[in-house]
C-alpha cells in the first residue's frame, strides 16, 4: 500500500479519470486508503493499479477517511450518494456539469475538482500540466480545494458552477467531437480501403496550427472558400453513408455560413 502524509482519501469510481488522478494525488503525498467501485472486476484492477485496498461495496467505505472524491458519471453520483454512510468528510466530485451542492444534503464539506482534460487508461498524462478547475460551498473549503489541487496541478483556477458548464460544453467541441470527426474520416478511407495513417500529419498540423492562430484564421477547406461543386461531389460519394453524409452537410453549411459575408 501507497503510504503518505497527506488527508485521508478514498476514491469513488475505478474510470479513466480515477486511473490518472490515483497516481497523480498518491505523488503528492495523498494517503489514498480505498478505492471504490460496484463492479469487481474494475474496483479489484484500480486497487491493483495503485496499490490500495479495494471494495465494492458501500457500507465497507472505511469511516476515518478525511476526503472523498467521486470520480463518477452525473447519474452514477447520484445514485450512489445516498447508500454512503460517511459523516464529516470533505466531498468532492470530478464532473463539468454538476452543482456542488449535490452533496448538501449529505456533508457540511464539499467541493468540485474538475479537471478539463481527456483521459484514457493507457496514456500516461502530466497531471501538473492539467487545468483544474475548483469550487466549494465556502471560503474555507475553497482554500482547502486549491491546496489539494495546487499539490498535483500547476493550473488551479477557481470556476464556478455556470462558468464551468460553459468549458465543459466547449470542451466537448474542441475534444470529443473533433474525435468523432476522425472516427468519420477513419470509416470513410476504411470503406474504400485506405489507411487512416495517411491523415496523421494533416491532423498534427491542424491541432499545432490552431494553438497560434485563431480557428477562424486557421480554417480552410471547400466550405470556408464556398467551392460548392466539390460540396455537391462529396455529399454524392456518401451516398451510401448516410450518416456521414448528413454530419458533412451540416458542417459544411455551418462553415459556409460563418464565411459568407467574405
Not at 130 to 142: D, G, L, R, S, T
Amino acid at each position: 500500500m501507497k503510504k503518505g502524509k497527506g488527508p485521508k482519501t478514498i476514491i469513488i469510481g475505478a474510470g479513466k479519470l480515477a486511473w490518472h488522478l490515483g497516481p497523480a494525488l498518491q505523488k503528492a503525498g495523498f494517503r489514498i486508503i480505498q478505492v471504490y467501485s460496484r463492479t469487481l472486476s474494475s474496483a479489484a484492477a484500480f486497487g491493483l493499479h495503485i496499490d490500495v485496498p479495494w471494495t465494492t461495496d458501500v457500507n465497507m467505505l472505511k469511516e476515518d477517511a478525511d476526503l472523498v472524491i467521486f470520480c463518477l458519471t452525473d447519474r452514477a453520483l447520484e445514485a450512489l450518494l445516498p447508500q454512503i454512510n460517511l459523516k464529516d468528510v470533505f466531498m468532492i466530485h470530478t464532473a463539468g456539469s454538476v452543482p456542488s451542492n449535490v452533496f448538501e444534503k449529505w456533508t457540511s464539506d464539499f467541493g468540485v475538482l474538475y479537471p478539463l482534460m481527456t483521459f484514457t487508461k493507457t496514456r500516461a498524462i502530466d497531471f501538473r500540466t492539467v487545468p483544474v478547475c475548483i469550487e466549494a460551498n465556502n471560503k474555507e473549503n475553497e482554500d482547502r480545494l486549491k491546496s489539494i489541487a495546487e499539490k498535483i496541478s500547476d493550473n488551479v483556477s477557481a470556476v464556478n458552477f455556470e462558468n464551468r458548464k460553459i468549458m465543459h460544453m466547449a470542451a466537448i467541441f474542441a475534444c470529443n467531437f473533433t474525435n468523432h470527426m476522425y472516427r468519420a474520416a477513419y470509416d470513410i478511407l476504411h470503406h474504400y480501403g485506405f489507411d487512416f495513417g495517411i491523415l496523421k500529419p494533416l491532423i498534427m498540423e491542424t491541432a499545432r496550427k490552431v494553438l497560434e492562430m485563431s480557428p477562424h484564421e486557421a480554417q480552410t477547406g471547400p466550405a470556408s472558400r464556398h467551392d460548392k461543386n466539390i460540396l455537391c461531389v462529396h455529399q454524392l460519394m456518401l451516398q451510401d453513408q448516410p450518416e456521414w453524409q448528413k454530419i458533412y452537410t451540416f458542417v459544411s453549411e455551418s462553415i459556409y455560413q460563418h464565411f459568407q459575408s467574405e
